[in-house]
């Protein structure tokens, strides 16, 4: 069992810059020994592929369109895992979620392949 809690979604104006947490905790499982993503979900929208980090941290995966805006990073021995978001748009305001792959050590794109979810942190992005 895996728990998850984002942080740090709040209101921004675009152009902006905003870093979201993702705090990893439950017994039974290392979080150095899973990958890790980001998803988001916009109004009326599906959820989205954001980005992807693999369990040592070594590979790192982006949707379309977000690399070099997007910087997605762990913390293994915090247990924690970010998404640094520069230059932020209006098309980036969503419910952002962070997800771990406990069978997995690389990182997908695909939301089916996630074991736990967190409960969300909303980012708005005001033009």
């Known amino acids: 069992q895996v728990q998850l809690v984002e942080s740090g979604g709040r209101l921004v104006q675009a152009g902006d810059s905003l870093t979201l947490s993702c705090a990893a905790s439950?017994?039974?499982?290392?979080?150095?020994?899973?990958?890790m993503g980001w998803f988001r979900q916009a109004p009326g929208k599906e959820r989205k592929f954001v980005a992807a980090i693999s369990a040592s941290g070594g590979s790192r995966y982006y949707g379309d369109s977000l690399k070099g805006r997007f910087t997605i990073s762990r913390d293994n021995v915090k247990n924690t895992m970010f998404l640094q978001m520069n230059s932020l748009k209006p098309e980036d305001a969503a419910v952002y979620y962070c997800a771990a792959n406990v069978g997995s050590y690389s990182g997908s794109a695909a939301a089916r392949d996630y074991d736990y979810w967190g409960p969300g942190t909303q980012v708005t992005v005001s033009s």
């Open positions: 439950g017994p039974g499982r290392t979080f150095s020994g899973y990958a």
